[in-house]
């Protein structure tokens, strides 16, 4: 069996990025979700065996449900 990894790092979901103005912070927040779901998209596409994140996936620990389901998705 051949062991595949995708490697990534500091996905950081759920960042308020407040000290954007306008828009814009909602556009990244919503940008880091797009590369998580192309990121999957990837993974099997690679037919990898694990998608290693190194780093912190989550901004907080006390990550909003609304979040954690997206990230779930």
């Known amino acids: 069996?051949?062991?595949r990894l995708l490697h990534t790092?500091?996905?950081q979901l759920g960042k308020p990025l407040a000290n954007i103005p306008g828009d814009a912070g909602a556009l990244l927040r919503e940008a880091r979700f797009a590369t998580v779901r192309r990121i999957a998209a990837l993974a099997a596409e690679r037919q990898v065996t694990a998608v290693l994140v190194a780093g912190d996936v989550f901004d907080a620990n006390d990550v909003s449900d609304a979040t954690l389901h997206k990230?779930?998705?």
């Open 1 to 3: 069996m051949t062991l």
């Open 9 to 11: 790092a500091d996905w």
């Open 71 to 73: 990230a779930m998705q």
